[in-house]
């Protein structure tokens, strides 16, 4: 990694320095940085490229997911050429953000991030961004973050307003004190399948939590610990103080180090993913696929496009996306069971 005060095209940077709290030593301090980046959907993507420009050191993009084109609405580091070249959103971003900032290392993760392999991703690493859509996900960081003394940055969206936390280990309210009850019950909330999203808010959220990393790469701690809530249908903005949100200093994750989401005691296997009529079906005991052979053999019986990173098969009413990694997305069905059917029928158990 060249430092800044070394390379020539260091004028990159020069509007970010001459702003007083970073200067050229907080300049330093980003470049020296690895952040871990969960997801790379709307804030995600978003977040990535600002990081990126900002020039941060090192990002690992973790996401688990393929481009659509529903995505270009407010994924706002992806065009059309992307979805037709088949990539993962996590390869596809590090490819733009390769062309955006040749100065900084991108590793895109190909994988589902889960209790079993989140603590070696975070290995390194000095902050934790929230681009994800799922509080179990958030839930998994919260407990990781407490555990490794990492400061991670909560980000949701939903319809036209969003919020935003930074937590920091020992210093501020963690997620599970703002959420004492764990994450919302499956159905029981709204989301962006029923309630939608436009772009703006993204952009908000995400510009937030852009901030909030820069100042906590550069050692602008939060001195207090707040909930930004943003409406932008409504025009409202407003911070919730949680100062005093954990008096009783019995939080399981803060005050009692009981990583339930971590120890994988709360993890599940399978999930409905947000506005898609899709189910992601999780296999730990399988690490990888062929997925070549599994093409061979599916090419008997319909359309099969394949990659290295993955497989694309369409049934009658449904369609399987496998991945490298053994998991596999089925799209047309918001039905776990039937998901599970289907990946039976045609990939087998
Ligand atoms: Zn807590």
Known sequence: MTTPNSNPGFSRYNRQTRFAPIGDQGQ????????????????????????????????????????????????VLFDESDIEAGFPKAVAAARKLAVINSEVKITPIVKDIDYQNIQQMCNGVDLILDGTDNFETRFLINDVSNKLNIPWIYGGCLGAS??????????????????????????????????????????????????????????????????????????????????????????????????????????????????????????????????????????????????????????????ITLFADGRAIISGTDDIARAKSIYTQYIGA
């Not at 490229?49 to 529903?70: K, T, Y």
């Not at 909930?227 to 399981?252: A, F, G, M, T, Y």
């Open 28 to 75: 330093q301090q980003l470049f020296d940085s690895t952040v871990l980046l969960v997801g790379c959907g709307a804030l995600g993507s978003f977040i990535a490229n600002i990081l990126a420009r900002s020039g941060v050191g090192h990002l690992l993009i973790a996401d688990r997911d393929f481009l659509e084109i529903s995505n270009l609405q407010r994924q």
């Open 162 to 319: 969003g919020q935003s936390m930074t937590i920091v280990p020992g210093k501020t309210a963690c997620l599970h004190c703002l959420m004492p009850d764990g994450p919302p019950q499956a159905g029981t909330s709204p989301t962006c399948d029923t309630a939608g999203i436009i772009a703006p808010i993204i952009a908000n959220i995400a510009s937030v939590q852009c901030a909030e990393a820069i100042k906590v790469l550069t050692g602008n701690l939060p001195s207090d610990s707040r909930l930004l809530i943003v409406d932008l249908w409504e025009s409202h903005v407003r911070h919730l103080d949680l100062q005093n949100l954990n008096q009783s200093k019995n939080c399981p994750v803060c005050d009692q180090q009981n990583y339930r989401w971590l120890s994988g005691e709360k993890s599940s296997f399978s999930a409905i993913l947000c506005g898609r009529n899709s189910v992601q079906l999780n296999f730990p005991e399988q690490q990888s696929m062929d997925l070549e052979s599994v093409a061979d053999k599916l090419r008997e019986i319909g359309d099969v496009s394949v990659n290295q990173f993955m497989l694309r098969f369409q049934t009658a009413n449904e369609a």
